[in-house]
């Protein structure tokens, strides 16, 4: 397994990593370790002047942008985005990150149980192991009401 040394990385699959954000000189790196695949969760606003899309596609990686604001923006509407930009990735080498790697661990875990049946308890394990930390208690009261 690679280790990237992202911010609060995660490897939960072989080719698979979660984190926070991705500095810019840390893609080529990525490159390297057979990342073919970016999902980005955050927002514009918080990105700064860095153009996160022209630096994956420089160094060959495709891009997606799935802005997730906060616990407010985790909809069933997003976790089915969210899931069709997973189902595009196939067995390709994939990041996916936000800030902190919460909200990516926060739609791991709702995926679980709104798309794929996985009970509560499974899917917050899940969102764990994905980097679901500062946001469980709103995500385990999300799975409690059900998708909306």
């Not at 280790?3 to 939960?12: A, D, M």
């Not at 000189?25 to 002047?49: M, S, T, Y």
């Not at 153009?51 to 994956?56: H, P, R």
Request: hydrophobic fraction near 50%; aromatic fraction near 4%.
């Amino acid at each position: 397994m690679t280790t990237l040394n992202l911010l609060n990385e995660r490897h939960p699959t072989d080719t698979l990593w979660t984190s926070g954000a991705v500095a810019p000189e840390q893609f080529e790196a990525l490159a390297a370790a057979g990342v073919k695949r970016v999902i980005n969760l955050r927002p514009r606003a918080e990105q700064g002047e860095f153009d996160e899309a022209a630096t994956a596609s420089a160094c060959g990686m495709a891009y997606a942008n799935l802005p997730i604001a906060g616990p407010h923006e985790l909809t069933l509407d997003n976790v089915k985005a969210f899931d069709a930009l997973l189902a595009e990735t196939g067995d390709e080498g994939t990041i996916v990150h936000c800030a902190s790697n919460n909200r990516v661990g926060a739609l791991f875990a709702l995926r679980a149980a709104w798309i794929h049946g996985a009970s509560a308890e499974d899917a917050l394990a899940i969102g764990r192991a994905h980097g679901l930390a500062a946001m469980e208690a709103a995500v385990a009261a999300l799975l409690a009401q059900g998708p909306a």
